[in-house]
């Protein structure tokens, strides 16, 4: 299994910028699907993450209404949709897949596979 993450960049505050996370190996469309970043000298944290159908969502508070997390189970694929970015924002973005397959609309995650992380800078 292997999630590939792309779509980081520098870029300056305000600006948008959309992570892509394609999964190959095995299909993941009963599973919760999410996204966690880490920052320099902090731990890794929650973003988002969206339930295997209908596609419910959930979101750091610090994200929420800022970031849109969707899938695209046809392409196995998570994406991360994020606007008005700010310098705080500034972190490697990880997707991440759930270890066990939970009810249709949790959004709780417990990672079992990890993408490789993709760098998101964000100027002031």
């Known amino acids: 299994v292997q999630l590939q993450a792309s779509g980081g960049g520098l870029v300056q505050a305000g600006d948008s910028l959309r992570l892509s996370c394609a999964a190959s190996g095995r299909t993941f469309s009963s599973y919760v699907m999410g996204w966690y970043r880490q920052a320099p000298g902090k731990e890794r944290e929650f973003v988002a993450a969206?339930?295997?159908?209908?596609?419910?969502?959930s979101y750091a508070n610090s994200v929420k209404g800022r970031f849109t997390i969707s899938r695209d189970d046809a392409k196995n694929t998570v994406y991360l949709q994020m606007n008005s970015l700010k310098p705080e924002d500034t972190a490697v973005y990880y997707c991440?897949?759930?270890?066990?397959?939970?009810?249709?609309?949790?959004?709780?995650?417990?990672?079992?596979?990890w993408g490789q992380g993709t760098q998101v800078t964000v100027s002031s």
């Open positions: 991440a897949v759930d270890r066990i397959i939970r009810g249709i609309f949790a959004t709780t995650l417990d990672p079992d596979y």
């Open positions: 969206i339930s295997a159908s209908p596609y419910k969502t």
